[in-house]
Nanobody
Framework: EVQLVESGGGLVQPGGSLRLSCAAS????????MSWVRQAPGKEIEWVSA????????KYVDSVKGRFTISRDNAKNILYLQMNSLKAEDTAVYYC?????RGQGTQVTVSS
């Protein structure tokens, strides 16, 4: 059974940073590309970033380019999202995703 458990969210001031983690189990993590998506209140789910199975390739939605960094540790089965220079519009529940599977999410709130 695929399990994805996100953590690291919280309340941060504009301009601050957070690092999200996603602990994966129930599948061979190193074999799969992974992604982060988010859902802001009242809005549809938005794809944020993706990374290839070996970590060599990454992609980002334009709104986070230069501020967010996706990475992974295939030895520990963990996916990361480093978020810097956070803005109010980054406020959302963030989910890690493997195909159609996703975790329970972690809330990120950017507010002064």
């Amino acid at each position: 059974e695929v399990q994805l458990v996100e953590s690291g969210g919280g309340l941060v001031q504009p301009g601050g940073s957070l690092r999200l983690s996603c602990a994966a189990s129930g599948f061979t993590f190193r074999n799969y590309a992974m992604s982060w998506v988010r859902q802001a209140p009242g809005k549809e789910i938005e794809w944020v970033s993706a990374i290839t199975n070996d970590g060599r390739g990454t992609k980002y939605v334009d709104s986070v380019k230069g501020r967010f960094t996706i990475s992974r540790d295939n030895a520990k089965n963990i996916l990361y999202l480093q978020m810097n220079s956070l803005k109010a519009e980054d406020t959302a529940v963030y989910y890690c995703r493997k195909g159609a599977d996703r975790g329970q999410g972690t809330q990120v709130t950017v507010s002064s």
